[in-house]
T-cell receptor, first 115, second 113 residues
Framework: GAVVSQHPSWVICKSGTSVKIECRSL??????MFWYRQFPKQSLMLMAT?????????EQGVEKDKFLINHASLTLSTLTVTSAHPEDSSFYIC???????????FGEGSRLTVL | GENVEQHPSTLSVQEGDSAVIKCTYS??????FPWYKQELGKRPQLIID?????GEKKDQRIAVTLNKTAKHFSLHITETQPEDSAVYFC????????????FGSGTRLSIRP
């Protein structure tokens, strides 16, 4: 199946710093990628839909100025957590589909810990 | 928007028995219903999916049923094995590439030896 790669797999940062997470589709082009956040023992909560060449669409309650999403090419979307705080500590995971309405492939996920 | 509810939140079955997880969705426009298995600390993996033009789909020990009228779908695992222990998520999606996939709350399945 299609491959989605996410980097870094884990990151520890100090409160107030910014962290960038990359999501790449390795063997297909993705005009749309999705960013999810997963707290321990909870479900995947959709944060935003990343659209290549245009602004991301954020879900209700997600601060667009705090979670900056850039989708500059058909194979790369980035999520930047700005001025991170301990409550932002979570598992962030991206996903993309190679086909319209097709299977959604997930990146490996990035575990963020903010001290 | 779409809302997906999943039950039960935890499920423990004896090895060899069957496990059933049920989900309901709210948006009648949803027409794609995947099921994911997630092991601790890992990415979700698709195990089976079903589209709205089909009522049932089976893949070896795993089957999914869909009732579009009632807006509910279920995952059935037969002859459960220890490696089936994981968290299972149902999800629902519309029919365009930009349609969001909304996940259920998850079911933690434990297989007792």
């Amino acid at each position: 199946g299609a491959v989605v790669s996410q980097h870094p797999s884990w990151v520890i940062c100090k409160s107030g710093t910014s962290v960038k997470i990359e999501c790449r589709s390795l063997d297909f082009q993705a005009t749309t990628m999705f960013w999810y956040r997963q707290f321990p023992k909870q479900s995947l909560m959709l944060m935003a839909t990343s659209n290549e060449g245009s602004k991301a669409t954020y879900e209700q309650g997600v601060e667009k100025d705090k979670f900056l999403i850039n989708h500059a090419s058909l194979t790369l979307s980035t999520l930047t957590v700005t001025s991170a705080h301990p409550e932002d500590s979570s598992f962030y995971i991206c996903s993309a589909s190679a086909l319209i309405g097709g299977e959604l492939f997930f990146g490996e996920g990035s575990r963020l810990t903010v001290l | 928007g779409e809302n997906v509810e999943q039950h039960p939140s935890t499920l423990s079955v004896q090895e060899g028995d069957s496990a059933v997880i049920k989900c309901t969705y709210s948006d009648s426009a949803s027409n794609y219903f995947p099921w994911y298995k997630q092991e601790l600390g890992k990415r979700p993996q698709l195990i089976i999916d079903i589209r709205s033009n089909v009522g049932e789909k089976k893949d070896q020990r795993i089957a999914v049923t869909l009732n579009k009228t009632a807006k509910h779908f279920s995952l059935h695992i037969t002859e459960t094995q220890p490696e089936d222990s994981a968290v299972y998520f149902c999800a629902a999606q519309g029919d365009s590439s930009a349609s969001k996939i909304i996940f259920g709350s998850g079911t933690r399945l434990s297989i007792r030896p």
